[in-house]
């Protein structure tokens, strides 16, 4: 996940609503670095609410119109979508230099050898955590945890950047909720694979 690209997918200017939903459901899945993904058709018809065929043509929308690329796989390889293709180079520049000074607990020089892969928030730290909100601690431990042993990422303190973590999950949930809110928090039967959630951020967007 790429709260980054995420952010920059929202403001992105694109006309079309359904292929800006796309768009954000890939950065949802990609790496800053690379800014690259791999999800299957089902999970992004799955994860954006919408059918395989408008997926797909949504897919061909942005790759026509410069927002992604994509490597084709074969029936053992998943596709692989790189997003904002053009840009990659100097955005993950940009990305470097914010998280250096928005969060100095990350850093990529080594400063202990602690075990990433076995470590573990405590009920201290989990309970401090959820006084701003409940949080799924396993889910969000392991995706942690797996983000940051692909990054390659060295902390200070684990527990600290954990925090950090989860105080920008926290805060796109509630942003969530808000803009569901907003777009009178229902989404019409007839036409399921509208997200009411994207509806609200794209008013926001615009007002």
Known sequence: MSFILMAR????DIKDCYAKWL???LADHADEERHRCWPSLERLAKRSSMNRVTVTRKLNYLESNGY???KRGNSMKSTIYTIFPDDSEKLV???NEVVAESNPNLSTKLYNNVAL???LPNDT?????NEKGELDHDNETTQFINYHLAKGTRFKDISRGYRYWCNNRLKWNAESKS???INGGKQSS???HKPSFFSGVVDQIKS
């Open 9 to 12: 997918a929202m403001k992105a």
């Open 23 to 25: 768009l954000v459901c």
């Open 68 to 70: 992604l690329i994509r």
């Open 93 to 95: 520049a940009q990305c």
């Open 117 to 119: 892969d076995k470590w």
């Open 125 to 129: 730290l989990k309970n401090s955590i």
């Open 179 to 181: 803009s569901s809110k």
């Open 190 to 192: 007839h036409n399921r």
